[in-house]
């Protein structure tokens, strides 16, 4: 049994009458698809973090936004508890089901509404896959910045829910500074608005709180994205390193030059072999660690700042730089990274990925110490991560099939994200905290900041409905983890407690 994950979680929650409620359902949304059997259950039991399984009560697939609206006035007045899902390849147990409640599948609202060139945006249903958008405004030159590696399958509610970034959020930010506004459903089946088609609007910026909130404060039904003209020219350079704390190190000089890279990512020995044997794209498998630096925009300045990139990673005493040739071998040389993860699969029977993220001048100090755990836990770890903005992804290896390996692993990721924020880093870069990081959110953050997280889930969420037991942990559970000093002051959700 996994140390992290917390059973208690489904006992702790009131039992609910599935049979009345399929009645009902039934009754009042007889055009939307149910599922309850137990084989039709069992693919909803995880996302992307296997490890963590929970068979949910029932799972529906609505595909119109009355669906929605009339399930979650349901939900609400039945006090049944609902987890959203959007394409369920999220890494830290976010769509995670629970046993006494209804998984909501958003990922038949696959429509584009509209792409508006002039204003350079993208209207778009939640369940719209990322890749699908700049796919969509490519015929206007326009693209949607944000591409997580999963950008082929995940979908923009996903992202807006994880506030998702990518290769390219360095220069471009994440989801957050990529969105106008997004509708939403609270959970009283009540129609929101949170941003506008302005750059700006009055009041509390509840679109950036929203950003992130991963399924608990309202269920996403539409987003406007911004979309960005494609850049003229984008060139790739590959940098070869003897040493991870040598490439960790260039990684603070080249933005200390003043290039800020459309993208910047890193990758070790490990990782270099696994993607290298699986995508062929051409890495050097004797480097202890590559840089993979993209340069866009106009023609003159890629020029230049290839040159003054190229120098830097000279300086920071690179093995070999070299630059992709034509656009072939820069789209396989990022067709490594982005298959860096499942690369890794095929050389160990599970992975476990984690998501810490840390100033960059800390990343020669934070890697070698990610060596060190390695080596005390008997555990071999992959890192290949967005450099550039400090958001590491150490991909621990494993066989669940051994007896004791995943707790080992499990405890392993909890030291490396102690570690980031002992560096000032944060326990997740994109990934969520989700029921995965629920207790290093204690290590984070203190008993405070933790009872204003929940009056904020309050103020949405009064009943506690939407996705219970994820994201931020009580006082009481961060005072059995041992984590900080907690005082046991009054939560302005008392209920939450039990968990
Ligand atoms: C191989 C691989 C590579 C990845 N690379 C990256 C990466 O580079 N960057 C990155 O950021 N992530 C990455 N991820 C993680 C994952 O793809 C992202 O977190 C993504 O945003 C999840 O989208 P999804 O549609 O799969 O959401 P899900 O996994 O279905 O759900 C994620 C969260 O969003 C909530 N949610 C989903 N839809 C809605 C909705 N309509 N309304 C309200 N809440 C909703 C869920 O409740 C859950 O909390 C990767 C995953 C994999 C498997």
Redesign the pocket.
Known sequence: MSILYDERIDGALPKVDKAALLAELREQLPDMQVLHAQEDLKPYEC??LSAYTTTPMLVVLPERIEHVERLLKLCYQRKVPV?????????SG??LPVTQGVLLV?ARFKQILEINPEGRYARVQ?GVRNLAISQAAAPYGLYYAPD???QI???I???V??N???VHCLKYGLTVHNLLKVDILTIEGERMTLGSDALDSPGFDLLALFTGS??ML???TEVTVKLLPKPQVAKVLLASFDSVEKAGRAVGEIIAAGIIPGGLEMMDNLAIRAAEDFIHAGYPVEAEAILLCELDGVEADVHDECERVGTVLDKAGATEVRMARDEVERVKFWAGRKNA??AVGRISPDYYCMDGTIPRRELPGVLRGIRELSEAFGLRVANVFHAGDGNMHPLILFDANQPGELERAEALGGKILELCVKVGGSITG???V?REKINQMCVQFNSDELTLFHAVKAAFDPSGLL?PG?NIPTLHRCAEFGAVHVHHGQLPFPDLERF
Do not use: Q, W, Y
């Open positions: 996302d992307g987890v959203a899902r959007g394409a369920g390849t999220g890494l976010g769509a958003m939640p997580p590696s999963s399958a995940c979908s509610g996903g992202n829910a994880e998702a970034g990518g991963e399924g309202g269920i996403i993860f499942p994109e990934h969520g989700g996705n994820k």
